[in-house]
């Protein structure tokens, strides 16, 4: 049994129809013994399941040496990524680093859009500062990274001369096809590989994720040895000591008793970029056949500002997941104040995540009293290891639970229909035959 993490599912029980949860049990035990058998669907894409434990270590070792590089090359590092090429960098990054440091490579995320605005302000920041580019396309033909990756490269050679440029320039990228691979090949940029059996969503323990995370300072090794953890953690059979399958169980358990929305939640603005990975996870693994848990979700206690009302009295169909750090990296004690005007004494001598867990506690009864039920995820504290543990664990509960749903959770046939009226819009050759017909629909 695992226990790094402590999964409280107490305050579901009185949601869910016993039958549904006992006949979940069967299929969800399926599931992970398909997801474990590599028989399942999708199963070309299975190869972040072994990686915390079978990984290149020698492209491991390149990817610190890159790092070292880049902190001494540049104080900014422009990565260019979008969809799984970007969100687990910059959610691992967004939770690891101290907020307002000015310390260190600054990474900055582009290609993540089609912002013009974004862009040229962008290169105006840069225009009196040292900078190196990570560019990250898997399939090396992403309409946005490819289309920022012209702009910066173009600055970039501006700046420091073609050959200089060079040496600024790190692609991350399939081991031998795509676009982007030619131009690194023939550019000779030093590239690093991402697995031909990790889907863009479950790439962050690749350099996909660890070559930008690694140049901001933040300890990979550690990382990797949380998501090892995590790893042997949940190769225990048991449903009931092995808390990914149990979440998963849960949501499910959750989603067949009409609540189709999982929110999740944290109490800690660091973890906010965590969601939208999260989010990108669960939602391109299950968005598909009719069917999936809807994903969203909130920071408290800002959100229960905005959304809170919607939450306590909406329609009743979402339940909430909730990230709870047990130590905050830092605390202060709230002081007494003579005048008490604000009438906040009460609270002196308490410290700040004192009154925020106790926001918590308050909120969560609140909202089960309202018909919202919530799933509570324990991490003990923020560090690259809990990131690496927490990767891991939310991967794991994903196959199985996209298993357990029925769907492939490794495909993501949707994602195109956009790129292809965007690209019989542009005129792109070989979307002739689209473009009247798009173009009917849009003037219609
Ligand atoms: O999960 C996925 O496969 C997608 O979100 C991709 O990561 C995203 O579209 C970027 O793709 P690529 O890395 O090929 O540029």
């Not at 016993?18 to 049990?25: A, E, G, T, V, W």
């Not at 001369?161 to 320039?169: F, L, N, P, Y």
């Not at 990296?329 to 700040?352: P, V, Y």
């Not at 195109?416 to 017909?437: I, Q, T, V």
Request: glycine share 8%; with cysteine; net charge negative.
């Amino acid at each position: 049994m695992g226990n790094y993490i402590k999964l409280d599912v107490s305050n579901t029980n009185q949601f869910i129809d016993s039958k549904i949860y006992d006949n979940l049990l069967k299929e969800v035990f399926d599931a992970t013994k398909l997801l474990r058998s590599k028989k399942g669907a999708g199963n070309d894409f299975l190869g972040w399941l072994d990686l915390p434990i079978s990984y290149d270590t020698r492209e491991f070792a390149r990817i610190e040496q890159a790092a070292d590089r880049i902190k001494k090359q540049s104080q900014v590092l422009i990565a260019i990524g979008i969809g799984g090429s970007y969100l687990g960098a910059k959610s691992a990054i967004e939770m690891l680093k101290r907020y307002f440091n000015q310390e260190g490579v600054e990474v900055i995320f582009v290609g993540n859009q089609i912002s013009s605005t974004y862009a040229n302000q962008l290169l105006d920041y840069l225009k009196d500062k040292d900078f190196s580019i990570n560019v990250i396309s898997k399939s090396g033909t992403t309409t946005e990274p490819a289309i920022a990756f012209r702009i910066f490269k173009e600055y970039l050679e501006q700046r420091y001369g073609k050959a200089e440029a060079k040496t600024r320039i790190y692609a991350t990228t399939d081991k031998s096809k795509g676009a982007l691979k030619t131009l690194a090949t023939a550019e000779g940029y030093e590239t690093f590989v991402v697995p031909d059996d990790v889907g863009g969503r479950f790439s962050v323990l690749t350099a996909v994720g660890l070559l930008p995370i690694a140049a901001s300072g933040v300890d990979i090794e550690e990382m990797m040895s949380g998501a090892k953890k995590a790893y042997l953690d949940y190769m225990e059979e048991d449903i009931e000591k092995n808390e990914a399958i149990k979440y998963a169980l849960t949501r499910n358990a959750l989603y067949r008793s009409g609540k189709k929305i999982e929110m999740l939640v944290n109490y800690e603005p660091k973890l906010n970029y965590f969601a939208e990975w999260w989010k990108q996870l669960y939602g391109e693994s299950e968005g598909k056949d009719g069917k999936g848990i809807w994903i969203t979700s909130a920071s408290f206690s800002t959100d229960l500002h905005s959304l809170g009302q919607m939450i306590q009295q909406g329609e009743r169909t979402i339940f909430e997941t909730v990230l709870n750090v047990e130590v905050p990296e830092e605390d202060l004690i709230i002081k007494e104040d003579k005048t008490n005007l604000d009438g906040l004494n009460f609270l002196s001598g308490k410290s700040m995540d004192y009154v925020n867990k106790m926001a918590m506690e308050g909120t969560l009864i609140a909202h089960v009293d309202g018909g919202v039920p919530n799933i509570r995820i324990t991490i003990p504290n923020i560090s690259a290891y809990t990131y690496g543990y927490l990767v891991y664990f939310f991967e794991f509960a994903c196959g199985v639970s996209a298993y357990t749903l029925g769907v492939n959770p490794f495909n993501q046939p949707g994602v195109e229909s956009y790129k292809k009226n965007m690209f019989a819009l542009l005129g792109k050759p070989g979307y002739e035959a689209m473009r009247d017909e798009i173009m009917a629909k849009l003037n219609k």
